[in-house]
């Protein structure tokens, strides 16, 4: 969704580049590459460079996105990001595809598992995690149209099932986004994950609960007030993420309860603190961290 | 995109003479600066001075008629601990005042050992080797595509040509054809634990590798004036062109030059004298 979005508005506006380091320009990419030849860049094999030129690009009116696998946007190039993009404060997107464990075949060097944590302690970067094909293509429109700064875009990758189309309002940077609201439980989380925290809520309703079910979309600038809000709303608050344990949403939710003497019951589940030597689908990395809704469902009370 | 060349639009030859009075000058200036503080990159802004001045004076296209001047191309100094030397020229043109030169590294100041994207003729923020290359090849292409005809003047260590970064930036500035992108290179053969053509003996000479990189590329001496503004303006069209200066750290005062102490030394009062006294024209 991401491709295809970026294609159409790469008709209208010129200003559009991609610049990406040797991903297999698949699907819209292509139609991209084909139809504005002079604004797709492939650097090939060599990240340093796919940032630095968006820097430059950026600084002489060009809106470059940096486009590749999430680990190698911004672990290997790290400190072209940090320099070239955040201390200019450059308008420039990195898309960062596969966030989290999602080339879940191809081993820890193919996984972003603290990518969030690592492009928050950025000065001026903000990060940004959408959950399914709609809700990514809102976040695309407003990459595209955005001057504030650098971006950090994590994406899962392609195939994602709806989860927004019942939300009760449209993407909106900076505000968490409900996508059911309910009265006991409220369930707070960011990309393609949430799809289990839709069933996550489907197990509580079993259980005769009342489920909210929020995509905090914007980890930074997290939407602190939404989240006060949630947290003084809801009996119990869980927040799921495909991150580390470290510097995420979950550590954040956390600091804002501490700070408010919020009362509810708050847990949070993330990946584990850990390189992890399996393989398998996508679903089997979660549940080898534990995200996998028997484990969760045991965690929280709700076997059987 | 048409590229033309600034031989196409500078008739005007440089004048040797005056660029080797402004830098005495410079050098002067930059010596006077060191005595309000402690640290600061004296020798490595000698080395490219010469370098910095014709690109400035003699290469840079100005907006006719603006006061101070508008410069319609780009000049990135790679070697942020060289910016002494940018400092001062850009002074000189009113783009930065005597005040800001005066509170160099102090709270008062906007200046600091390395350049700040957003300070006046500050185009990029460097101090981190390695960046400045890959900035420049994206402002260089930027500038190809949207048909603007604007040069882009980078000066790099010998030092940041360790760096993996840069070479990934001259691959893909030659792939590029970026006839745009002018690159000097400070060969004083120095970084921070002392010679770099000890450090990395077999890496010597540059200039095959840059050319072997598609290149066009010439060697001369990064302190004659004449020189570097001949060979940029000879150079080939539609290719990223690399100059590679050969200069001496701390140019122009005896006991700087290839001393590595002085890549951060301030001169006490006395040998600041001594400096003051013993500087003179310098034409290689």
Redesign the interface.
């Known amino acids: 969704m991401f491709a295809e979005t970026f294609y159409e508005a790469g008709q209208t506006n010129p200003r559009l580049c991609a610049v990406v380091a040797d991903i297999s320009p698949a699907g819209a990419m292509t139609k991209f590459s084909q139809a504005f030849p002079?604004?797709f860049?492939n650097?090939?094999v060599?990240e340093?460079?796919m940032?630095?030129?968006?820097?430059?690009?950026?600084?002489?009116?060009?809106r470059?996105f940096a486009y590749t696998i999430a680990t190698f946007t911004l672990f290997r190039p790290f400190?072209?990001v940090r320099?070239?993009l955040c201390?200019?404060n450059l308008p420039v997107t990195i898309v960062g595809i596969g966030g989290g464990v999602t080339y879940s075949t191809l081993g820890s060097t193919h996984h972003a598992q603290e990518d969030i944590a690592v492009a928050s302690a950025l000065p001026n970067m903000a990060v940004i995690a959408p959950c399914d094909p709609a809700e990514t293509r809102a976040a695309t429109l407003w990459c595209v149209d955005q001057e504030r700064g650098p971006v950090y875009m994590r994406l899962g990758k392609a195939g994602e099932p709806d989860l927004t189309s019942q939300a009760e309002a449209p993407f909106e940077f900076g505000k968490i986004r409900y996508l059911q609201r309910g009265r006991d439980v409220c369930i707070i989380g960011y990309g393609p994950i949430l799809k289990l925290g839709k069933e996550l809520a489907a197990k509580f309703e079993a259980h005769g609960r009342s489920v909210s079910l929020i995509s905090a979309h914007t980890l930074k600038p997290l939407d602190v007030d939404g989240i006060t809000e949630a947290l003084n709303a809801h009996r119990q608050v869980v927040v799921i993420e495909e991150m580390s344990p470290h510097g995420g949403l979950g550590a954040q939710v956390k600091q804002i309860a501490w700070d408010i003497r919020a009362s509810c019951r708050l847990d949070a589940f993330s990946l584990r603190d850990a390189f992890i030597h399996n393989y398998g689908s996508h679903k089997d990395l979660l549940a080898a961290h534990g995200l996998d809704l028997e484990t969760l469902s045991a965690q929280l009370g709700l076997a059987a | 995109m048409s590229q033309a060349h600034s031989r196409a639009i500078k008739p005007v030859g440089l004048d040797a003479a005056a660029a080797r009075q402004r830098c005495l000058g410079y050098r002067r200036r930059i010596l006077e600066i060191s005595q309000q503080v402690t640290a600061l990159h004296i020798a490595p802004a000698f080395s490219c001075l010469e370098m910095v001045d014709v690109v400035y004076h003699d290469l840079m296209r100005r907006d006719a008629g603006s006061s101070p001047p508008v410069f319609l191309d780009s000049f990135v100094i790679s070697k942020g601990h060289g910016c002494l030397s940018q400092y001062v020229i850009l002074e000189d043109f009113g783009v930065l005042t005597r005040a800001d030169l005066d509170c160099y590294c102090t709270p008062a100041g906007r200046l600091g050992a390395h350049p700040d994207y957003g300070v006046p003729g500050m185009e990029a923020s460097t101090g981190s080797l390695g960046h400045g290359m890959g900035i420049c090849t994206g402002m260089a292409y930027a500038e190809k595509i949207q048909r603007r005809d604007r040069n882009i003047y980078v000066v790099l260590s010998d030092g940041e040509m360790q760096e993996g970064s840069t070479w990934e930036s001259m691959m893909m500035a030659a792939n590029l054809g970026l006839g745009n992108l002018i690159a000097l290179l400070d060969l004083n053969d120095f970084q921070g634990m002392g010679r770099t053509s000890v450090t990395h003996p077999k890496f010597y000479p540059i200039l095959d590798k840059v050319q072997a990189f598609g290149w066009d590329a010439a060697e001369v001496n990064g302190h004659d004036a004449a020189a570097i503004y001949d060979a940029v303006n000879s150079r080939q069209a539609g290719r990223p062109f690399f100059l590679v200066g050969r200069t001496v750290k701390g140019r122009g005062v005896s006991y700087m030059e290839n001393a590595p102490i002085w890549h951060y030394r301030s001169p006490s009062r006395e040998e600041y004298q001594q400096a003051l006294d013993e500087l003179k024209e310098i034409s290689s």
């Open positions: 002079e604004r860049i650097t090939g060599a340093q460079i940032i630095g030129m968006c820097a430059g690009m950026a600084l002489r009116g060009l470059p400190e072209f320099d070239d201390y200019h």
